[in-house]
């Protein structure tokens, strides 16, 4: 039988990766804490975590075991929170990246709060980061744009969103009706750095286009971007969700592929509760931007 205190050990260990500091924050003697970790593993029948150099890291079974027992502590604490007299629910946790929140979660995190159901807790990261937040169970709920959907997590699409160009207002372009990527020819552009996926996917339009460009500076998140631009330091390419300075202007680059944004949450996570109420919330919320 699968015990509350042994699943709450191992969140405790899973979140220090350490038997000393989960063992202090639960007030329990080490080998007290040893003893309900590997009950918790006999009972599954799975091994939890393995040495690795001189750190205990988690297997894949224990990723998944902690994530369970986030969501188990998470909900029984909600629960406690909305019986007791007074009592104050438990945070639900959203992980974002700076872009989603600037520019589309704004109207779904305003009707969330105004509902007056429990806080929230957020948790800026980039598209890998939210996925492993959602995975780990440190967040019930994520946003990201996805051209394909982990198996291990569910997702419902938020909102599409393409892409522009933006020009300062007295650039050539700014006066043309269409732009495509061969206009970008000879180009200097703001990009983010070598890795990131909007730069691989526009960097990869524009080569398989035939179209020569250059870097004029590397520069991750679109406010920064933006700025730049305003500097006269090149052009950028953005997602149309961004709210454009005054001195600049956005054309539509219809060749270039929309971004799909997904609410995500763990595959199996329960289907109520606050943090089912803020997916159902920003589903909602999800064109607000437009």
Request: proline share 4%; aromatic share 4%; with cysteine.
């Amino acid at each position: 039988m699968l015990k509350l205190e042994w699943l709450e050990a191992f969140v405790a260990f899973a979140e220090h990766e350490s038997f000393t500091a989960a063992a202090r924050v639960l007030h329990l003697s080490q080998p007290a804490l040893h003893v309900q970790v590997k009950k918790l593993s006999e009972a599954l029948g799975v091994t939890l975590y393995r040495r690795k150099g001189q750190r205990l890291v988690l297997t894949a079974d224990g990723k998944r075991v902690a994530a369970f027992g986030r969501e188990v502590r998470d909900r029984t604490r909600e629960l406690a929170g909305e019986l007791r007299a007074g009592g104050r629910a438990e945070p639900v946790a959203l992980c974002a990246g700076e872009g989603a929140y600037l520019y589309l979660l704004g109207e779904g995190i305003r009707r969330f709060l105004a509902d007056g159901g429990a806080p929230l807790k957020l948790l800026t990261r980039d598209r890998e980061g939210t996925l492993e937040a959602v995975r780990g169970g440190e967040a019930q709920v994520g946003v990201a744009s996805l051209d394909a959907v982990p198996d291990d997590l569910e997702a419902r699409p938020l909102t599409d969103v393409g892409q522009v160009l933006v020009v300062p207002e007295g650039h050539p372009l700014a006066q043309a009706r269409r732009v495509r990527l061969a206009d970008l020819a000879g180009a200097r552009l703001v990009v983010p750095g070598a890795d990131r996926p909007h730069r691989v996917v526009l960097a990869r339009a524009l080569l398989e286009a035939g179209v020569p460009w250059e870097v004029a500076v590397e520069a991750n998140g679109w406010e920064l971007m933006l700025r730049f631009v305003e500097l006269g330091v090149g052009l950028a390419v953005v997602n149309a969700c961004c709210r454009i300075p005054r001195g600049l202007t956005a054309r539509p680059l219809a060749e270039l592929p929309r971004q799909r944004y997904h609410v995500l949450r763990r595959s199996g996570a329960q289907a109520e509760g606050a943090a089912a109420r803020l997916a159902s919330t920003l589903l909602a919320a999800g064109a607000a931007w437009e």
